[in-house]
């Protein structure tokens, strides 16, 4: 009995002198250092940071998409758009379905490019996941730019337009009107 209470003993003043360590800053912690830029650390917390009605550039500085204009990012961010499934809650054109519409210009979280990848990256209350433990920095910015296409003359994928016969039928009856 007395070894077990004396091994007990030893292990929790071994236990006290790592947390010690700990608290000075000793073991394997590192100090934390502030994100200069929407470049995020390991830990999902250590995101843009950017509130919502808070101008980014007050945040951080200035910051911008190193994708913008680039074609070659843009369809990859409508490839991502449609593997990541963003079309299950936006709708395939972003037009809007359980999530907010991604085409017009009434943005809950901001529509500067900061803002966009900081939605994406961190998620938002009521539906919007985090994608940012399973998209790198660079995917991120891909749709941010794909994104910021969407109802321009860049868009890589316009929607269909709705032929005469569709807009003539009557919702209630389903019969085509005249």
């Not at 490019?113 to 399973?134: C, L």
């Amino acid at each position: 009995m007395r070894s077990i209470v004396g091994k007990l003993a030893v292990g929790l003043m071994a236990l006290g002198v790592v947390a010690a360590a700990c608290q000075a800053g000793g073991g394997n912690s590192q100090p934390h250092v502030p994100d200069q830029g929407l470049s995020r650390g390991p830990a999902p917390r250590q995101t843009a940071g950017v509130q919502p009605g808070i101008a980014p550039q007050i945040v951080l500085g200035a910051v911008s998409n190193p994708y913008t204009d680039d074609r070659s990012a843009i369809a990859a961010g409508r490839q991502l758009f449609t593997a990541m499934n963003c079309a299950g809650c936006h709708s395939a054109y972003a037009g809007g379905g359980m999530g907010p519409s991604l085409r017009d210009s009434l943005w809950i979280y901001g529509s500067q490019d900061a803002q966009i990848f900081s939605t994406i990256a961190e998620g938002r209350p009521y539906g919007m996941p985090a994608w940012g433990g399973r998209l790198n920095d660079a995917q991120i910015w891909q749709l941010v730019a794909y994104i910021r296409t969407l109802g321009s003359r860049e868009e890589p994928v316009k929607p269909p337009k709705a032929s005469q016969a569709e807009l003539r039928v009557s919702p209630a009856s389903g019969d085509a009107g005249g």
